[in-house]
């Protein structure tokens, strides 16, 4: 089983790359650290999962997101019981953020920024849950974030980068599926879970046009 960049990197010399102009150890390095950070964006997995505390300043909208936020999840309020709720940049200038103070209810994402609405009126917190960034790889003894079982889905995402610079497009074509289909794998197995919800059996419900019955 693969554990570190260096095993990743050299499994995927040993599909036949050489360490030449086109594909080098060097170039494979960096479509692993692509290939990390690509999965992270696709699939909301625990292990680039984060919470950051946000205590909020009276009269203060505007506030820097975490250095190594990639994406958001959600925003929760613990005094409110309640998420805020996200809007885009044309929504939130309309609602003239500078006008009205009081608990937020709502955000955007504008830069490297958090902005609020309302403007906080108390020192409470929130929790920020967001996406990260994977740290980037450098040495061989390295371990990238990702799950060490799916640690194939950098090599796959590699390989396929490696004979797409070879200009073997079939190839290319061949692994940028298989890592999709991997992906896909990989999703379904971090992002579902939750087992206590109920199950259906197919057949057994009646009614609305649906045959299962919850158990």
Known sequence: MLETFGEVVNEVLNFGFNDGPQVNRKRIEQWVNEAQKQVAREVEAPEFQSTENLTMIQGTWKYPLPADFLRMQDIYYPEL?????PLDLQQYDMSAPAKFEG??????LYANELWLFPTPNSTETLEVRYIKTAPV????????????DYLFLLTDYAIQRAFAAEDDLEASAAWRTRYKEDLDAYATDKQRRDVDRPRVLDGSWTGSGYGGRVI
């Open 137 to 148: 790889l450098k040495n061989e003894s390295d371990v990238p974030l990702l799950d060490k």
């Open 103 to 108: 608990p937020p209810e709502m955000y955007t």
């Open 81 to 85: 019981v309640a998420r805020l709720r």
